[in-house]
């Protein structure tokens, strides 16, 4: 089992503003999701990337998976309140899921 | 397209009593997991179950624990004896088939008092 590692733990910023948060690996991902979990919930899958140097946009958020496929990133253009939450990378390991700790982002008004 | 379904979403049970969660997946999905998030900690596999069968249950513990997912009707993750530290939230995921994306329900949270 490959060990994902997220960063930064936790993150504090101010409306409006950018920030991105990363999930990398020793070893290379088959295909990578991430998902966003809030308070008191399941959580909520936001995108799956499979192929190296794949780019996806979600409204504001954009995700990037590595060339190599051993990292990825997330970036939240002009952060709102409402984003506030988890943001769990997760890789699947044959019909499993392995998560990695994941980043607590909050977003203040 | 009703989502995953979990009940109850709350469970308190005193240590020595069985605590049993239910799952039911989305329509059209035959393949369920089950997760553990302890607290301060991340999300931990625990079983993988198609209609009555187990297929990896590698990730639960040996004893006290088991899982079923019947015929007809929903899953159900079985904990015997509870003790305090099996106070967790407990999530169910299911999908289409192996491999494919997995959508997760809301949880159970079970405080062992």
């Known amino acids: 089992t490959q060990l994902l590692e997220q960063s930064p733990q936790f993150l504090s910023i101010q409306e409006g503003e950018n920030l991105t948060v990363y999930c990398n690996s020793s070893?290379?991902?088959?295909?990578l999701q991430w998902y966003r979990q809030e308070p008191g919930e399941g959580p909520v899958l936001l995108v799956t990337v499979v192929t190296g140097g794949e780019v996806k946009k979600l409204k504001r958020l954009t995700f990037q998976f590595g060339d190599a496929r051993k990292d990825s990133s997330l970036h939240i253009t002009a952060a709102q309140p409402g984003d506030t939450g988890l943001y769990l990378c997760a890789e699947t390991s044959g019909s499993r899921l392995t998560f990695g700790e994941g980043t607590q982002l909050t977003v203040n008004p | 397209n009703a989502g995953v379904m979990q009940n109850p979403r709350h469970l308190v049970r005193r240590r020595g009593q069985e605590a049993r969660l239910r799952c039911s997946p989305m329509k059209g999905h035959s393949h369920v997991y089950w997760y553990r998030q302890l607290p301060e900690e991340g999300l931990k596999f625990m079983v993988y179950l198609q209609k009555e069968n187990i297929i990896d249950e590698s990730g639960m513990p040996k004893e006290r624990f088991s899982a079923e997912f019947p015929k007809e009707g929903p899953s159900i993750l079985r904990i015997q004896q509870v003790v305090r530290g099996d106070s967790a939230a407990y999530f169910c995921?299911?999908?289409?088939?192996?491999?494919?994306?997995?959508?997760f329900g809301p949880g159970t949270r079970l405080t062992v008092t």
């Open positions: 995921a299911s999908s289409p088939a192996s491999g494919y994306e997995q959508y």
């Open positions: 070893s290379v991902f088959s295909s």
